[in-house]
């Protein structure tokens, strides 16, 4: 089992930054892929960026170039750095964490809200 304990959402202005963090804890030496999600009222859950256990990075079109995810191993935590901000990045941002066997985990959500 793993654990994702979500922090740093809150209320910002458009242009704004917001860092997001979350930490794994449990069977951590089984995760392949740790991400971030968000899910806007109304819309589907989509993927806005995931880091795999090699480094590689995907991001989606929406925030290429705007957000940044990384890691800190010693932390068993993973950031998401995210810039300039828009309102329509409104939604609540949840944490991913996939394993080997495969299983999927989820953080609680934490809400991030852009005003324009």
């Known amino acids: 089992q793993v654990q994702l304990v979500e922090s740093g959402g809150g209320l910002v202005q458009a242009g704004g930054s917001l860092r997001l963090s979350c930490a794994a804890s449990?069977?951590?030496?089984?995760?392949?892929?740790m991400g971030w999600y968000r899910q806007a009222p109304g819309k589907q859950r989509e993927l806005v960026a995931r880091?795999?256990?090699?480094?590689?990075?995907n991001y989606a079109d929406s925030v290429r170039g705007r957000f940044s995810i990384s890691r800190d191993v010693a932390k068993n935590t993973v950031y998401l750095q995210m810039n300039s901000l828009k309102p329509e990045d409104t939604a609540v941002y949840y944490c991913?964490?996939?394993?080997?066997?495969?299983?999927?985990?989820w953080g609680q959500g934490t809400q991030v809200t852009v005003s324009s």
């Open positions: 880091i795999f256990k090699g480094g590689i990075t």
């Open positions: 449990g069977s951590i030496v089984s995760i392949n892929i």
């Open positions: 991913n964490a996939q394993s080997i066997p495969v299983q999927v985990y």
